[in-house]
């Protein structure tokens, strides 16, 4: 196993995050754990940013998936096993084995990404939605941050993102985005929080039998509307378009959740998300998230 082994995408988030050390050592600790665990790790899979993932087989023939995270804080790694372990494979993928210390986690190994489906929009959304509702359940005292701890994250990273960035875009969809998000941590409600994964998305969903299971999740203790908003914030908002909340209301009326809420944390995290993108060199999909966030403010 050689360096050159290594998704591109992951390369480029390593460098943003100084971890280069990390890509340089995967080898090492890709024997280690395969010796540690009695699992035969293969090649690795493409399109993810933040970890490296390999096939592994386990001992008995079974099939794996071994999942290492990029070193950024041992919060994240354990809110992700921790995520996964509350969820005991309903929703997410089931979680086999971790070492929280070197974040590595063994996994079940599931099928192809919604993204290549071929299913429609709609189909899509549907499946998404499927797979979030199964996920959420009610996990007081379980250490994960609450959403309204995501909201101030997020209103201090969209702040200082926008102006380490030189101002990728409008102002006022800076304004706007704030405004969604404060009326978000306002509403926070620790009663009525549940487990979500907190980053949904057509790669983030892959093929579980007859329906579809999530990966990767964040794990935080939020309103279930936060999930909904990540799923639909990558939607165009296009200038002609009467109905720029059509998904949200959508999801709304199918899982019986506030339309207003859904709109709001999308709304946040297309932002964002676009400056995550802009930071990690990821274009033009950045470019494409900011213009939406301008236009959805404009209205």
């Known amino acids: 196993m050689t360096a050159l082994d290594i998704p591109e995408t992951v390369r480029k988030r390593a460098l943003v995050l100084g971890a280069e050390a990390w890509v340089a050592g995967l080898p090492q600790l890709i024997a280690e754990i395969e010796r540690e665990w009695s699992i035969e790790v293969g090649r690795p899979f493409s399109g993810g940013s933040e970890a490296y993932v390999a096939e592994a087989t ?94 101030r994250w997020l209103v201090r990273f969209i702040g200082e993102t926008w102006e380490e960035l030189n101002r990728p875009c409008l102002e006022q969809a800076v304004d706007y985005a704030l405004a969604c998000a404060e009326r978000r941590i306002d509403a926070h409600d620790d009663e009525r929080a549940v487990l979500v994964h907190g980053d949904i998305h057509e790669w983030n969903a892959l093929k579980a039998g007859d329906g579809y299971k999530l990966i990767d999740p964040d794990g935080l203790l939020a309103e279930p509307e936060y999930d909904l908003g990540v799923i639909i914030r990558a939607d165009p908002v296009e200038d002609d378009d009467p109905e720029p909340r059509a998904r949200a209301c959508w999801l709304a009326q199918r899982t019986g959740l506030d339309e207003t809420a859904i709109w709001e944390w999308a709304v946040v995290e297309r932002l964002s998300t676009g400056l995550v993108c802009t930071q990690a060199d990821l274009q033009p999909f950045g470019q494409e998230m900011l213009a939406a966030a301008e236009r959805a403010a404009r209205r």
């Open 58 to 151: 386990l001992v008995d023939g079974s099939r794996g998936a071994l999942k290492l995270l990029m070193p950024r804080s041992v919060d994240v790694e354990r809110h992700e096993i921790t995520a996964l372990q509350l969820a005991e494979g309903a929703g997410c993928a089931r979680l086999f084995r971790s070492d929280e210390g070197r974040g590595a986690m063994l996994l079940e190994r599931l099928g192809a990404p919604l993204a290549e489906s071929g299913l429609s929009p709609e189909e899509r959304l549907e499946a998404l939605c499927a797979a979030a509702m199964r996920l959420w359940r009610p996990a007081p005292d379980c250490g994960l941050p609450s959403g309204r701890e995501k909201g």
